[in-house]
């Protein structure tokens, strides 16, 4: 499966700004996709995770509460929403597809999308 993320931007600290990430092939449903970012200087961290029909969802401590992760498997499609952005998001984001749920070891990546929050 081949994905693209887009909707990165430049948002003021407290915004909001949605994520997509399109996946290409008929299979997508078949996989658990996830949302990862990394910032300058830093490891590449763990966002948010959902299972293939949506029915199980894991968030980050440092996200919790402030971003949402869906997909609609019709559009093969999975979106994360972000709200009271804060300067510490900004980053690149990655989502990628895996055959097991987890937050590492994903089998596909997106190219990146970048996000900068500005305070």
């Known amino acids: 499966v081949q994905l693209q993320a887009s909707g990165g931007g430049l948002v003021q600290a407290g915004g909001s700004l949605r994520l997509s990430c399109a996946a290409s092939?008929?299979?997508?449903?078949?996989?658990?996709m996830g949302w990862l970012r990394q910032a300058p200087g830093k490891e590449r961290e763990f966002v948010a995770a959902?299972?293939?029909?949506?029915?199980?969802?894991s968030y980050s401590d440092s996200v919790k509460g402030r971003f949402t992760i869906s997909r609609d498997n019709a559009k093969n499609t999975v979106y994360l929403q972000m709200s009271s952005l804060k300067p510490e998001d900004t980053a690149v984001y990655y989502c990628?597809?895996?055959?097991?749920?987890?937050?590492?070891?994903?089998?596909?990546w997106g190219q990146g999308t970048q996000l900068t929050v500005s305070s």
């Open positions: 959902i299972s293939r029909s949506s029915g199980t969802t």
């Open positions: 092939g008929r299979t997508f449903s078949i996989y658990n």
């Open positions: 990628a597809a895996g055959i097991s749920y987890a937050s590492t070891g994903y089998d596909y």
